[in-house]
């Protein structure tokens, strides 16, 4: 099994660009989840699914846009990149609706860079 | 709202033991932890369901007191590969958040020989 799938590993933009951050799991997971890092931040929450078409904001949502329409996938959109989006970006999910009653399951990180 | 880690940073030397606490100020239903190892993804270690269980396995274990929103990761005889930067993550009882999981601020591990 691949787990769960994030792509590009590293991303590089400029101000004002949009980018779609890739997600995907083969565990059949209902519940996925997008985390930002940053150093002294801890995993920051932006948005989560607990199934195909349901949607929710987690702590830092602003300039990130969603959208589940599989099981499968759960890509995250910037709209007009920023540089204070510069961060790691994690990618988790779960099986059952609720991220807090099994275990997270989190892809390798993408490393996003705004000039 | 993110729980609250400390200490921030532990320096031990293999051998030693360490304890690291989380609080929330919400009624907790769930408490996890993660431990990341530099330029790598988190991994899970355990998880507590709210009910005042202890778990553990090996050298590594947890408590969580639900009358008070903590809990704390024990790790006892230090061995070099614990060093890494450790993340409690928390879910909240009630409301209508489907258990969404937020994190702590993580916590600084070394183990030196």
């Known amino acids: 099994n691949a787990g769960v799938t994030q792509t590009p590993k590293f991303q590089v933009l400029k101000t004002g660009q949009s980018m779609t951050l890739q997600c995907a799991q083969d565990?059949?997971?209902?519940?996925m989840s997008w985390y930002r890092q940053d150093p002294g931040m801890g995993l920051r929450l932006i948005h989560y699914?607990?199934?195909?078409?349901?949607?929710d904001q987690g702590e830092v949502p602003n300039g990130y846009n969603v959208s589940r329409s599989t099981t499968e996938d759960f890509p995250l959109r910037l709209l007009s990149a920023a540089p204070s989006q510069t961060s790691v970006y994690f990618c988790?999910?779960?099986?059952?609706?609720?991220?807090?009653?099994?275990?997270?399951?989190f892809g390798d990180g993408t490393r996003l860079s705004i000039l | 709202q993110q729980p609250v880690q400390s200490p921030q940073a532990v320096i031990l030397r293999e051998g030693e033991d360490a304890v690291i606490n989380c609080s929330s100020s919400?009624?907790?239903?769930?408490v996890h932890w993660y431990r990341q190892k530099h330029g790598e993804a988190p991994v899970f270690l355990m998880i507590?369901?709210?009910?005042?269980e202890q778990k553990g396995h090996e050298k590594i274990s947890a408590s969580f007191n639900e009358k008070k929103q903590q809990s704390s990761l024990y790790l006892t005889a230090s061995q070099l590969s614990y060093s890494g930067t450790y993340f409690c993550g928390t879910a909240n009882a009630g409301g209508t958040s489907y258990g969404k999981l937020t994190f702590g601020q993580g916590t600084i591990l070394t183990v030196h020989p």
């Open positions: 988790a999910s779960s099986p059952g609706t609720g991220g807090g009653r099994r275990p997270q399951h």
């Open positions: 919400k009624a907790l239903y769930s």
């Open positions: 699914s607990v199934g195909a078409g349901i949607t």
């Open positions: 565990m059949n997971h209902e519940y």
């Open positions: 507590l369901l709210k009910g005042g």
